[in-house]
């Protein structure tokens, strides 16, 4: 099993003095990041889709926080609190609702300076923490806390591939990648029942439940996720100008790639003119490529247009989670998030929690990813998980594993 995964897992059902700490640690990760970022750039980034103001994001995890637990007068009935219930106001409403406030509006509100808004982080914390050791020793009762704990973790990784696209350095040694050994045996699973959506011990995200079954045909599946050097022969041989691996969405993406990258991925870059190696945009520089790392910053187009040219295909969110849990022991996961074939959707009986907005908006317009990045704390590390981006997206730590065709 990745052993992150052990992490993972006990902090959705930690009590109370072990989230304590996990939120004082989440707490200074993610002031280290906006510390690199405002000497990085001032604070600066450019108005993006796919990027938010760091000082937008400090003010939101604590607004996010204080919202479901210090303003959240029903924040003891969990997963069953009324979303709507009257709280007191607060003037970080108009600024930092992630629900209600335009995103290409956050450059430009009248936001608070970095010191008032750490100074107001730290009293939004200890607030938490006080209603922490005060909180029920139940689900219910822990809830939000770990809600809110895994949103700042998840906050965190945004921060940092923000960083790595925006070409800011890093040198904490917790967020590199690792090598990989060499091609690792595919695994062959027998055709099998597996049940999806079955709630875990403590807590769960509202679209990880709906118990239901899945009949999955016998499957080969890669033990790990793919390497540079199985990606790189695809980009020499000249993959990203060949339409017949790109089809419909994928070709249109493709062709805008090609005018602003060229033929190969988005952080790559070819051997010049007497030099043997690739090269990878990492943390603000160019460096040697370790073709033994997990391909990465891979977007879903780019993971099936290898995986067609490679005579494969992606899996289905099933024969990950069936593999994960059928052969632990030798399924690696958590160098990269995998693209799989499956369309983000709720499950039989979906029921929204009362953070309405973190997955019913974004059914069919995603495509789910699992596992695990080097960029993801270990608490969100989880079997379970299901992360969910669009597919053109490449500048998240995203790679791919296959199946047989």
């Known amino acids: 099993m990745n052993p992150a995964a052990t992490i993972g897992m006990a902090i959705r059902s930690a009590g109370a003095g072990a989230l304590a700490l996990a939120l004082q640690a989440s707490r200074q990760d993610t002031l280290a990041a906006f510390d690199r970022a405002w000497a990085a750039a001032q604070g600066r980034v450019p108005q993006r889709g796919d990027l938010n103001p760091p000082l937008w994001e400090l003010g939101h995890i604590g607004w996010f926080q204080a919202w479901w637990l210090a303003r959240n007068p029903l924040r003891g009935q969990g997963w069953g609190a009324d979303p709507d219930v009257a709280r007191p106001p607060s003037s970080g409403d108009a600024l930092y609702d992630s629900s209600r406030v335009p995103h290409n509006t956050r450059w430009h509100l009248p936001l608070p300076d970095a010191d008032s808004t750490r100074h107001e982080l730290a009293a939004q914390l200890g607030q938490t923490l006080a209603l922490l050791g005060q909180a029920p020793a139940t689900d219910h009762g822990l809830y939000f806390f770990r ?27 917790r967020w590199q990648p690792r090598p990989l050994p060499g091609p690792a045996p595919t695994l062959a699973l027998p055709a099998s029942t597996l049940i999806l959506g079955e709630a875990a011990p403590g807590f769960s995200f509202d679209n990880e439940l709906g118990p239901h079954h899945v009949e999955l045909p016998a499957f080969e599946i890669d033990a790990q996720v793919r390497r540079w050097t199985d990606v790189l022969p695809f980009v020499e041989a000249g993959g990203y100008s060949d339409a017949q691996w790109w089809p419909a969405a994928s070709g249109d993406w493709r062709r805008q790639h090609l005018q602003d990258h060229g033929p190969q991925p988005r952080y790559l870059r070819p051997p010049a003119a007497g030099r043997s190696d690739w090269q990878v945009w990492r943390w603000g520089r160019w460096q040697a490529l370790d073709g033994a790392l997990p391909a990465c910053h891979l977007n879903c187009y780019e993971a099936a247009a290898w995986c067609a040219w490679a005579g494969r295909r992606l899996p289905s969110e099933a024969e990950w989670q069936l ?8 399924f690696d996961w958590g160098g990269v998030w995998e693209w799989t074939a499956t369309p983000f959707g709720g499950w039989p009986g979906f029921q ?20 695990a990045s080097w960029l993801t ?13 669009t597919p053109e997206r490449n500048d998240i730590p995203a790679g791919l594993r296959s199946c047989t065709a």
């Open 147 to 173: 809600l809110a704990l895994l949103h700042e973790d998840m906050h965190h990784e945004a921060a940092l591939y923000m960083a790595q696209a925006l070409g800011w350095p890093m040198h904490d040694a």
């Open 323 to 330: 593999a994960a849990s059928a052969r632990p022991e030798a």
């Open 352 to 371: 929204a929690h009362p953070y309405r907005d973190y997955s019913a908006p974004w059914f069919g317009s995603r495509r789910v990813l699992r596992g």
């Open 377 to 389: 704390q270990p608490r969100l590390h989880h079997p379970n998980y299901r992360n969910y981006f």
